[in-house]
């Protein structure tokens, strides 16, 4: 995933993972001088939640001496997550949830972030957890050529897109919690506002309870999809990319999932 010359812009979202993630990195870093790091923290604009965790990144990276960065979603887009959310719901489009929304912004957000800083890969705090839990939503919506595209290093498929790895994928949260206690890393633990994944709420209780009868399902699932993906990418065609009408970035379609939604607010 690393090289000693890499330029990573960490996602730092002021909670334990990416702060554990933050602070291991920045470890690293001592004995690696040639690489760069630079923390990205997207600001969603959530009224009394997102604030906190801006102020807390901020202090640890302030503590690590990495320069920190944030972009915003106002900035980049025009609106808040907080008036996207109140301007869909009050024109009665109650289809897709804040967490749809901020999905999808979040992730051209982080990329836009990382091109800002002139990083050349994305480290995000994914833990084995996380891999897990998204292996088997994809499962249950049927979206099995996910799998063969969300892995902990993706492929550099478009030079708008920075290459983005997950270096905790095979770490259990536990443990990545455990980290930021034993370290006494000042983390933000208040959920967000909006978090309403009902889906990943109950494979997580799903896949906790199996790990507890059966040590080791986590890994067992994480590596299964290992072994498989390379057939599953052999069968996905090959994803052209074209350019977004609308923003000039990357899209599979004429216009991109980002200013697909944006249209329905404005
Ligand atoms: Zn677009």
Do not use: W
Not at 23 to 47: C, N, S, Y
Not at 49 to 57: C, F, G, K, P, T
Not at 93 to 118: D, F, M, P, S, W
Not at 176 to 191: E, G
Request: with cysteine; glycine share 4%; net charge positive.
């Amino acid at each position: 995933m690393l090289r000693f010359d890499d330029h990573l812009a960490i996602a730092v979202s002021g909670g334990k993972d990416s702060l554990s993630l933050l602070h291991i990195l920045a470890k690293m870093k001592r004995f690696r001088p040639k690489t760069q790091l630079t923390a990205v923290t997207v600001d969603e604009g959530i009224d009394g939640y997102r604030n906190e965790a801006l102020e807390i990144a901020a202090a640890n990276c302030k503590e690590l001496e990495i320069p920190h960065h944030i972009v915003s979603f106002k900035e980049l887009y025009g609106f808040t997550l907080d008036e996207i959310v109140s301007r869909a719901r009050g024109r009665g489009e109650t289809e897709l949830t804040a967490c749809a929304y901020c999905g999808v912004l979040r992730r051209k957000a982080i990329n836009a972030g990382a091109r800002q800083v002139h990083a050349n890969k994305v480290a995000t705090a994914h833990t084995l957890d996380d891999e897990v839990q998204t292996v088997l939503m994809n499962i249950f919506h049927g979206d099995i050529m996910r799998l063969a595209k969300e892995k902990p290093v993706t492929s550099e498929v478009h030079p708008l897109l920075v290459q983005k790895i997950k270096p905790f994928c095979e770490i259990p949260e536990k443990e990545s919690a455990l980290y930021a206690y034993v370290k006494n890393i000042k983390f933000q633990d208040t959920p967000c506002p909006y978090a309403s994944e009902a889906l990943r709420n109950d494979i997580r209780g799903m896949i906790n309870l199996m790990e507890s009868k059966h040590a080791g399902t986590k890994f067992t699932v994480f590596k299964a999809i290992e072994r498989l993906r390379p057939a599953l990418e052999q069968t996905a065609a090959k994803e052209k990319f074209r350019t977004c009408t609308e923003c000039g970035e990357p899209s599979a379609l004429d216009v991109c999932k980002c200013c697909e939604m944006l249209r329905h607010v404005r």
